[in-house]
């Protein structure tokens, strides 16, 4: 199984920094991609920034405000977001792309989610 904790959500103003992380407890599994979704209030959920083997990839309203990083050793994902506008505010979901140990099985693992704000 693999087990996803999100912090570091929380209330911030127009242009602020937040830093989201995720920690992922893993047994029997071997991690691939690890990223970041976000839903806002009707909405669908997004893709927000990815990261496998140290190559990334962001959505294109994110490019150039946030950055994601993982420590795979710690098996945790960083969102650094900065420049933080209203349009941001959603719940920030942690999501582990991982494959079953000695299987060519793949799953999705999720996160319990983290609420971002963002004030004008």
């Known amino acids: 199984q693999v087990h996803l904790v999100e912090s570091g959500g929380g209330l911030v103003q127009a242009g602020g920094s937040l830093r989201l992380s995720c920690v992922a407890s893993v047994s029997i599994f071997s991690i691939n991609t690890m990223g970041w979704y976000r839903q806002a209030p009707g909405k669908l959920r997004e893709l927000v920034a990815t990261i496998t083997s140290g190559s990334t990839n962001y959505a294109d309203s994110v490019k150039g405000r946030f950055t994601i990083s993982r420590d795979s050793a710690e098996n945790t994902v960083y969102l650094q977001m900065n420049s933080l506008k209203p349009e941001d505010t959603a719940v920030y979901y942690c999501?582990?792309?991982?494959?079953?140990?000695?299987?060519?099985?793949?799953?999705?693992?999720w996160g319990q989610g983290t609420q971002v704000t963002v004030s004008s």
């Open positions: 999501n582990a792309n991982a494959r079953a140990n000695f299987t060519t099985n793949v799953f999705n693992f």
